[in-house]
């Protein structure tokens, strides 16, 4: 087993709002491993891209973040800014859904990898503009040598995300936060966007954290999958072992909301209601009031997520009782 | 808050997947728009460049049918639900309803057919109007088109509410108080209140997560199968499509490459663009996976679509005569329309 990277102890993240401090991230528990795709999934609000921006401080004051962010074993928390900043971007990168809003658009898209190679690497003035050819090479852009000066607007939208791999990838980070980046392109570039990831995570062994709302794109991409809801990691493990018997009520709720090709034209089994606004969960299961299994062992407290065998963990009292539902039949 | 409703399953029996008779016919329809120009180019007296939307698309829907229409952005099929519901002017063609050319239709004729084919948007937030409860919005409609006389409306507003699952009392509600599976409801039941044959979804469910998503697809068949509505499906999300159509054509660059009953489709696809799309989507299995991209480059531009067969410049399969001759739609061996030079050869309906 690969050892972990990144661990992440009882995060929360709080948001100051006109109606106080709303917590939107509720104590996440997550390890990532060395090299691996773990995909992130929920729906809107469960705090999954909260948690990624949580990671690399990304809140803004009086937003706080507290638990513990062990990167290599380092708590990130208590690191004042300076310190922070010769960790993200350089140890840990990130990109965006919306690449034009995360991208300069007054700059050449070479201009803005040249910046990232001088703030993050020790490369002269000629290596890193042979550099910044080599990634838009590796990132897939066709005639990378000729659209080193191109600007983002000259750029389609896939083109855009390559380019801001790209950027990320300058500072040869051990770990790429993706916050839903193909969520905006259509399905014939997210694929292409999505092997080129799995290409990068093959030759530069980075590790990667993608978090989507399509759990076909977790299905194809990640090796493992940590499902959201209301601020908390419902369940965690193998892609092939959660997809084939959820562990978590919401989980299997996930899976079955989605068609079925061998039920065409007959009613889908969605989850019913919305998802709690945050801070109102106290302390019992976030998922009752949606959930089908739900008695009054749920109501005691809010599940733990636990360990229960086979490398996977899961806060749900029902579990067990899951694996009668036969969500696949 | 939302009730979900636990719909009988609905057998595949209730809209025959056997066509019923022709509602819409689109025959080469073709829709350009004018690029803005440089003052260098117009003073240089040069053409001004045209986006080519849609390109001679032909098309019949049938009553009771559900019609899929995929493809990427760009593809023409947005501008198609809008040249469907006169939206947009079109450049040339004919769109028939029932029999009646609707470029030819005046007076109570053309609001009638306003009224018969309604459009939901994809953005529901945009397309009601934040200052009006629902019950104005519902009310307006209902009088505009006198569906109703005046003290049958309160009744006919219940009965809406009803009929998309929203509590009664929601009526007083202003759009920015619900949540986005709610507020396309309330797009939806604006677009019954005229009792339409026909509903043009675009992009229906796109912006919702998974499970609001599953509860709009359970609306859209049961409403389907209760009002025997006509449906055309715009969505670029194949599963769902596949879900809920009884054909799908596929688009692209402004064409339909390719038009089949739904399983024949997914199951057996011919055109190579629809080949790749399939490819694209990801499936749920993660013991499927591929490590190869599964189609090449990106969309050329609609302002100068290729010549030949638009998807040549990324086919894997393209051959010299691709480059230069256009295939047109036809039906191949099994009933279905392809325009590929390479698939109706395969099926010896063309040399290459």
Redesign the interface.
């Known amino acids: 087993m690969r050892a972990p990277l990144l661990l992440l102890r009882g995060l929360q993240t709080t948001l100051a709002t006109d109606n106080g401090a709303l917590t939107v991230v509720d104590g996440v528990d997550l390890d990532v491993r060395e090299g691996e795709i773990l995909g992130l999934v929920g729906e809107s609000g469960s705090g999954k891209s909260m948690t990624l921006r949580s990671i690399l401080r990304l809140i803004r004051p009086p937003g706080r973040v507290s638990g513990e962010i062990l990167w290599r074993g380092r708590d990130l928390v208590p690191l004042r800014e300076p310190e922070m900043r010769a960790i993200r971007g350089r140890e840990i990168g990130m990109i965006f859904q919306e690449p034009m809003t995360a991208l300069n658009p007054v700059l050449s898209v070479g201009r803005q990898i040249l910046e990232n190679l001088r703030a993050h690497t020790d490369l002269g003035r000629t290596a890193r503009r042979n550099r910044t050819v080599e990634l838009l090479d590796l990132v897939g852009i066709p005639a990378a040598a000729q659209r080193v000066n191109d600007y983002p607007h000259q750029f389609s939208g896939g083109m855009r995300q390559r380019a801001m791999i790209a950027i990320a990838l300058a500072s040869n980070p051990s770990l790429l936060l993706a916050d839903e980046p193909t969520t905006a392109l259509d399905v014939t570039i997210q694929d292409q966007i999505l092997k080129l990831l799995l290409r990068l995570r093959e030759t530069l062994g980075m590790a990667v954290i993608l978090v989507t709302h399509d759990l076909g794109v977790v299905a194809q991409s990640c090796d493992r999958v940590a499902v959201m809801y209301a601020g908390r990691v419902a369940e965690i493990g193998e892609v092939s072992a959660v997809f084939a018997a959820p562990r978590h009520a919401y989980t299997l709720g996930l899976l079955q909301s989605v068609p079925d090709a061998r039920r065409i034209r007959q009613a889908l089994r969605p989850i019913g209601g919305a998802p709690p606004p945050p801070g109102t969960v106290g302390d019992r299961c976030a998922f009752i009031p949606r959930c089908d299994f739900a008695t009054a062992a749920c109501e005691v407290r809010r599940p733990p997520l636990i360990s229960i065998g086979g490398g996977r963990l899961a806060a749900c009292v029902h579990g067990d009782r899951l694996q009668q539902a036969e969500w696949a039949a | ?2 009730d ?1 409703g636990l ?4 057998s ?1 029996e209730a ?1 025959p997947s056997s066509p019923g008779a022709p509602l819409l016919v689109v025959e080469k329809l073709t829709k350009t728009f004018p690029r803005r120009q440089s003052l260098r180019s117009l003073i240089r007296g040069e053409p001004r460049k045209r986006v080519h939307a849609l390109s001679d698309v032909d098309l019949t829907i049938h009553r009771g049918e559900t019609l899929g229409i995929v493809g ?2 760009g593809c023409g099929k947005s501008t198609l639900a809008r040249c469907l519901v006169r939206l947009y002017r079109t450049d040339s063609g004919r769109i028939a309803y029932a029999g009646l050319d609707v470029g030819s239709l005046k007076g109570a004729d053309l609001r009638r057919f306003n009224r018969r084919v309604q459009m939901v948007f994809q953005d529901p937030y945009g397309s009601l109007n934040p200052r009006m409860t629902v019950r104005a919005t519902l009310a307006e409609a209902l009088s505009v088109h006198r569906m109703r006389p005046p003290r049958e409306i309160e009744g006919r507003i219940n009965e809406l509410m009803d009929l998309v699952h929203l509590p009664r009392g929601a009526a007083r509600r202003r759009p920015h108080e619900f ?1 986005g599976g709610q507020r396309q409801r309330i797009g939806i039941a604006r677009a019954l209140a005229l009792e339409p044959d026909c509903l043009v979804a675009d992009e229906l469910v796109s912006a919702l ?7 709009m ?2 609306l859209l ?2 409403l389907q199968q209760r009002l025997q509505l006509t449906v055309l499906f715009i969505a ?1 999300d ?3 499509v ?3 159509s009884h054909r799908v054509a596929v688009m692209y660059l402004g064409r339909v490459v390719e038009l089949a009953e ?2 024949a489709l ?1 199951t057996r696809p011919r055109h190579p663009y629809t080949q ?2 399939l ?9 499927l ?1 591929s ?6 480059g ?2 050329p531009s609609p302002v100068n679509p290729p010549p030949g067969c638009p998807f040549h410049t990324r086919c894997p399969d393209a051959i010299a005569l691709c480059m230069t001759v256009r295939p047109e739609l036809k039906p191949l061996l099994d009933g279905r329309l392809a325009a590929c030079h390479i698939a109706a050869a395969e099926d010896g309906l063309a040399a290459l």
Not at chain 2, 7 to 10: A, D
């Open positions: 808050m939302m979900t719909l009988p399953v609905l595949t809209a990427e952005s949540s997560d998974v499970s609001v998503q599953a509860q697809v359970n068949l049961e670029h194949l599963r769902l596949r879900h809920l739904t399983e997914f790749a799309l490819k694209a989507a990801p499936e749920l299995d993660p013991r996976r490590t190869s991209d599964a189609v090449r990106e969309l």
